[in-house]
């Protein structure tokens, strides 16, 4: 069993492969990472590492507003961060 918690543990995901064992672990690391690949191209970056903020958004207000970070689908950050 794979547990990945969210960013300030928001979210929680398990996965539980068909299969058990190191072979059907490495599987699913190498399908993770291909998947994450594919959505770094996407945002034109090679590595999580060039990840910044202006790259991530929140999908609830509550999250903005603890985070700081900006609402998905608004282009300028909340009021209450540019005080």
Same mark, same amino acid.
């Given at each position: 069993v794979l547990v990945l918690l969210g960013a300030g543990g928001l979210g929680l995901s398990i996965f539980q492969p068909d299969d058990d064992g190191p072979a059907a672990l490495a599987s699913m690391l190498h399908d993770l990472r /291909?998947?994450?690949t594919l %959505?770094? $191209?996407d945002l034109g970056l090679h590595s999580v590492? /060039? &990840?910044g903020r202006s %790259? &991530? $958004?929140a999908t609830e207000l509550s999250v903005a507003l603890m985070s700081g970070l900006r609402v998905a689908g608004f282009e300028r950050p909340l009021p209450d961060w540019t005080r």
């Amino acid at each position: 069993v794979l547990v990945l918690l969210g960013a300030g543990g928001l979210g929680l995901s398990i996965f539980q492969p068909d299969d058990d064992g190191p072979a059907a672990l490495a599987s699913m690391l190498h399908d993770l990472r /291909a998947g994450m690949t594919l %959505h770094l $191209r996407d945002l034109g970056l090679h590595s999580v590492d /060039a &990840l910044g903020r202006s %790259h &991530l $958004r929140a999908t609830e207000l509550s999250v903005a507003l603890m985070s700081g970070l900006r609402v998905a689908g608004f282009e300028r950050p909340l009021p209450d961060w540019t005080r």
